[in-house]
Structure formats: C-alpha cells, structure tokens
C-alpha cells in the first residue's frame, strides 16, 4: 500500500509563474490538507478538501487554489509567484476524523 | 489563541545518553497532542500521540513523551539516543472540540547526536 505521494520533487520558477502541485492520497483516505513549511520553521495550514470541496483555509492569498478529485487526488495551484513562495510544499491526507499522515513534500525554488 | 512552543532551536546529545525535547501548549479546551520527525529533504512521519489515558505515551523508535497536564507540557523522550536519531522534531496540538481536526505546530527542535 502506497503512503502519501507527491508530485514533483523538485521545482524552479521564476517570478510571475504559475505552478501545480499534485498529490495522491493514502489508500482509504478521503480527506487532503496541504501546508507550507518554510526554511527553518513548522508548517503553516494552506487548506483543507473533503468531497471536492474547500472546507477550511489557512491565512493564505487567494493566489493559492487546489481542487479535488473524484478519486481523491488533489492539486494545489499557486499563481503570480512571489520569492516568498519559496518552500516545502507538503500534503497530507487522512480520513475524515482521522491521524494525517504525510508526503515526502515538494520544494519549489521560486528565481 | 491556541500555540505551541518549542523552546530550544537545537538540543544537543552524545550518543547513548537520554535525550528530551521540550513541548509546551495553549488550548481552550482538552488537547490531543503529536510529535512528529522530519528527516532532512523528507516529509513530516508520525512518532506518537496523546489521546487520553495514561500521561506516558509510548510511539516509533523508541521514543516516549509524558503529558502534564498542570504544566501543559507534552516532552518528548528517549532512553539512549542514537545517531540516526538526528533530525527535526515537531510538536503539534489540536484541541478536541475542533470538528475540522486541525493540527497547531511549534517551530520544530533540531536534534543532534553526537557518536
């Protein structure tokens, strides 16, 4: 049974870019939160799916976006790129009530 | 508000000493509480969890951590460090009542040990 994946590894962009970020859920998990963890700092809440839906947001810009699918997979999308974007991207997922178990992450270098 | 501190930026270790990484909490309510361990360029793995009953939680690789419920502390432990041990532990707290089951993070504690 696969853990939690993530999609890409490693990222470089440059200012103004878009980027998508993918993640594949732990078997039997429905739910998929996202979070950003900076250099030297903990993880910061983006946002949270359930059903396709956005159930909960973190204090983050509406430049970052995710979806979900069907399957349970989900994306997050960040637009206009800032140097500030700069980070481990990591997902998580768990079930609805349940312990989150994380992926390996995604740094994305924002030049 | 709800937080959680982590005091210590680095603790230090020679190896085979017993190691502790400090963790403290605010919540409203009752807490459940998390440590994890990130290796560097991996994502965040699971140690253990404080749910309720006994203060001593036992989790992966040995590690233990006692919750306090008087000096709402929730330490991480272990008897005889090892070199592998190295790495970035994190704290997180949720509060029971929160229905969207968010987790609340320190600042992380580096861990080194020293062979």
């Known amino acids: 049974d696969a853990g939690v994946t993530q999609s890409p590894t490693h990222l470089i962009k440059t200012r103004g870019q878009q980027v998508t970020l993918r993640c594949s859920p732990k078997s039997g998990h429905d739910t998929v939160s996202w979070y950003q963890q900076a250099l030297g700092q903990g993880p910061q809440f983006i946002f949270q799916?359930?059903?396709?839906?956005?159930?909960q947001r973190g204090n983050f810009p509406d430049r970052f976006s995710g979806h979900q699918f069907p399957n349970y997979s989900s994306e997050l999308n960040v637009n206009a790129l800032l140097l500030g974007d700069s980070a481990l991207y990591l997902c998580?997922?768990?079930?609805?009530?349940?312990?989150?178990?994380f992926g390996a992450g995604t740094r994305l270098s924002v030049l | 508000a709800q937080s959680v501190a982590q005091p210590e930026d680095q603790v230090n270790v020679a190896e085979g000493n017993p190691l502790t990484v400090k963790c403290t909490y605010s919540v409203s309510g009752n807490p459940y509480l998390f440590w994890y361990v990130q290796y560097p360029n991996r994502g965040l793995q699971f140690l253990l969890k404080y749910i309720t009953g006994d203060n001593l939680v036992k989790g992966s690789y040995g590690f233990e951590a006692e919750f306090n419920k008087s000096q709402t502390s929730f330490h991480l432990k272990k008897p005889s460090a090892l070199v592998s041990d190295s790495a970035l532990y994190f704290c997180?707290?949720?509060?029971?009542?929160?229905?969207?089951?968010?987790?609340?993070w320190g600042a992380g504690t580096k861990l080194i040990i020293k062979p």
């Open positions: 998580a997922s768990s079930p609805r009530t349940g312990d989150r178990y």
């Open positions: 997180a707290v949720r509060d029971k009542k929160d229905s969207n089951y968010q987790l609340i």
């Open positions: 799916y359930y059903e396709e839906e956005e159930r």
